[in-house]
Nanobody
Framework: QVQLVESGGGLVQAGGSLRLSCAASGSIFSINAMGWYRQAPGKQRELVAAITSGGSTNYADSVKGRFTISRDSAKNTVYLQMNSLKPEDTAVYYC?????????WGKGTLVTVSS
């Protein structure tokens, strides 16, 4: 049984920062790409940032220069450092990881940015 557990969400004022974490646990043999998605009310889930096992990253245009994704392979954990947050960043943030060649999702963590 593989699980992804996110943490670090919360309420922050515009211009502030938050750091999300997502830890994978269970019977893990390999982890390939890991990433963060978000879903705002009334909108589709969208990719925010992703990182490969080799460390290559890609970001949504809307977060480039503000968000940074990283991973600690020894801890099976992926992070999302979010700076200069804007009200439009308000959403539930979901962790996704390709583990043992299957795609797993966390339950999500809410990020609310007040203006």
């Amino acid at each position: 049984q593989v699980q992804l557990v996110e943490s670090g969400g919360g309420l922050v004022q515009a211009g502030g920062s938050l750091r999300l974490s997502c830890a994978a646990s269970g019977s893990i043999f390999s982890i390939n790409a890991m990433g963060w998605y978000r879903q705002a009310p009334g909108k589709q889930r969208e990719l925010v940032a992703a990182i490969t096992s080799g460390g290559s990253t890609n970001y949504a245009d809307s977060v480039k220069g503000r968000f940074t994704i990283s991973r600690d392979s020894a801890k099976n954990t992926v992070y999302l450092q979010m700076n200069s947050l804007k009200p439009e960043d308000t959403a539930v943030y979901y962790c996704n990881a390709n583990i043992n060649h299957y795609s797993y999702w966390g339950k999500g963590t809410l990020v609310t940015v007040s203006s």
